[in-house]
């Protein structure tokens, strides 16, 4: 029942309820729970947390039939990290009791890590832990970022807490919110040990430990706190500067099928092509760029690209109508594809435009590239068109959906490899893009990439190194969560994106077909925000941030080190376990 309790007060602060405040207090329960001996733990909390994974994020098997066995995977893989959690502290609760005769015959390696755990505030230990597993989980297997614990209070009417995510990342939001779930584990403990008989012959030990523990969480998580609201207030007024770019983002509810025919591809472009011209008729302000969701700009047609050492792939040649055809052939063809794609897009352009050649405007929407050039490459990509309907710049998805676009070594088994179904072929790009529109420099991102926060991240640092790139002002961010069904996962993936646009202090606009289209700022602030399930648009103009933050410049140094502390403790609990120590200890 206590760890119930605290999944549900978890879940309650989620977007669902938006109860906020219970964060700071779900994980007490859990806390508590490590003070207690001969208790059996490890099924209730493992148990309770994979139920809290599963329904959270049950949204994903919406996407494909076969999603549930991947969706049951993922929930059975989180929920191992608030066991490991709790194991943890656990030790660091023994090692808080006085010394035993066992502690003699312990290693100096051992000893040293024994006396850090008793001296350090068990507040920081513990903050330290949690945000430790999280590192390790945003890496491991490729990442996932969703449902941290510092995405439980990005609902705040006023964000100021969240702000320290310009320094710390989400990593610090989850850090502060544990010491102070341990703070109020300390004064529940408290008040437990008051109710307490006196005759009681434990009670001496338990009140002073308590009131030691007392003594130092408590002050230590008002301090956090208070420094938290501080620095969030001053951050919430660092002034920023209107720009002169208008962005029109698109949204609208179109389901999607896993195996799509062109035809249907074609009848959704329609449709969005539709809004968009009416949406442009009604505005008298000119606008700059029109977005669109991921894939929604393909129509059923790639964007092609002929690569100077191009030759005819192997699928070509083994068809009997195309079996001679040169590489020359084959470049004449792909041009063909481009200069369609472009006459395409300019008539959409003088469509939006009413034919008006100073009204014309930019295009950003996400659009399938084949590559082709030794071997041909697949892309989830986002394209930049100019006003003149010309492909100007692509960006190409860097993080791949496990299961979902790639399945992990498949593609380097040949017997296998001719099995994968269409979509789940694709390759990774590698590097950041930078899009000009208007005065701004924008930065685009692709489906779950605001969900996995190192993404982004790692793009801002990149360019920050680069001194023959520009910083950008605004991150533009594509997806089509229609694949959820307008289920929690949407929200999530909002909140995602919340923490983002603080971490890197850049406004985000995002556009998404089902949801999440939003405007948010630099503060994580959603400025607008239309609902999943309606077609709609937002005419943003994003007000620039010209900061820096830290969690750019240096990354997440603190988290890595908290991460490296989890990961050289749970090693050394494995190491513990090994059937010949076990021996050595009879």
Not at 229 to 255: C, I, M, N, W
Not at 275 to 289: F, K, S
Request: proline content about 6%.
């Amino acid at each position: 029942m206590v760890s119930l309790g605290s999944v549900l007060l978890l879940f309650l602060s989620g977007p669902q309820t938006n109860l906020w405040p219970l964060a700071f207090v779900a994980l007490a329960p859990l806390l508590l729970l490590v003070r207690f001996e001969n208790v059996k733990w490890k099924l209730p909390v493992y148990v309770s947390f994979f139920a809290y994974y599963l329904i959270s994020l049950e949204g994903l098997r919406h996407a494909h039939p076969l999603m549930i066995f991947p969706l049951i995977a993922l929930a059975a893989y989180l929920a191992v990290y608030p066991v490991i959690f709790v194991a943890m502290m656990r030790r660091v609760h023994r090692s808080r009791q006085p010394p035993t005769a066992t502690d003699n015959g312990m290693s100096i390696q051992a000893l040293l890590g024994l006396a850090l755990l008793r001296c350090l505030p068990i507040a920081l230990v513990a903050a330290s832990l949690w945000v430790g597993g999280e590192w390790v989980r945003s890496h491991f297997a490729t990442g996932i970022s969703v449902l941290m614990l510092g995405h439980s209070i990005v609902g705040m009417s006023s964000p100021t807490l969240i702000q320290i995510a310009d320094c710390f990342g989400t990593y610090g939001v989850s850090f502060l919110i544990m010491m102070v779930n341990v703070a109020v584990a300390d004064l529940i403990w408290i008040a437990m040990q008051r109710r307490k008989p006196a005759s009681a012959p434990e009670l001496p030990n338990r009140w002073q430990t308590a009131c030691a523990a007392w003594r130092t969480s408590v002050p230590i998580a008002v301090l956090a706190l208070g420094l938290a609201h501080f620095y969030g207030v001053k951050s919430l007024a660092y002034p920023t500067t209107p720009s002169d770019t208008t962005f029109l983002l698109v949204g609208r509810d179109e389901q999607t099928e896993y195996q799509q025919d062109q035809r249907r591809a074609a009848d959704i472009f329609s449709d969005y092509a539709r809004q968009t011209i009416a949406a442009v008729e009604r505005r008298e302000q000119p606008v700059d760029v029109v977005v669109w969701p991921e894939s929604m700009l393909s129509g059923g047609q790639a964007w092609y690209i002929a690569e100077e050492n191009l030759s005819v792939p192997d699928d070509v040649r083994n068809d009997p109508q195309s079996a001679e055809m040169t590489a020359d052939e084959m470049r004449q063809i792909i041009g063909e594809n481009r200069a369609g794609f472009t006459r395409r897009s300019a008539d959409l352009i003088a469509a939006m435009s009413g034919g008006d050649p100073d009204r014309a405007l930019a295009i950003i929407g996400g659009c399938g590239i084949i590559r082709y050039g030794e071997t041909v490459q697949s892309f989830s990509g986002v394209l930049h068109i100019g006003p003149d309907g010309n492909v100007e710049q692509t960006y190409a998805k860097n993080h791949l959906v496990m299961f979902g676009e790639y399945i992990p070594l498949i593609q380097s088994i040949p017997i296998l490899k001719n099995f994968v179904p269409p979509g789940l072929g694709l390759n990774a790009g590698t590097e950041p893009a930078v899009f000009q529109i208007g005065s701004l420099d924008v930065l685009p991102n692709l489906c779950i990439e605001t969900a996995v926060e190192r993404v982004s991240v790692k793009h801002m640092r990149t360019l920050l190194r680069d001194r023959d790139r520009a910083l950008p002002d605004v991150i533009v961010t594509l997806t089509n969560d229609a694949w959820f069904d307008h289920s929690a996962v949407v929200a999530h993936h909002l909140r995602c994106a919340q923490m983002v646009a603080v971490g890197c202090r850049r406004p985000i606009l995002s556009s998404a077909n089902g949801g999440p289209t939003a405007w948010i700022d630099s503060s994580g602030r959603v400025v607008e925000q239309l609902a999943f399930d309606t077609a709609g648009e937002i005419f943003a103009t994003p007000r620039i941030d010209n900061r820096v933050s830290l969690y750019v410049r240096d990354g997440s140094i603190p988290a890595v080190v908290m991460a490296i502390a989890w990961m050289v403790f749970f090693f050394s609990m494995l190491w513990q376990k090994r059937p010949f120590s076990r021996r050595a200890d009879r």
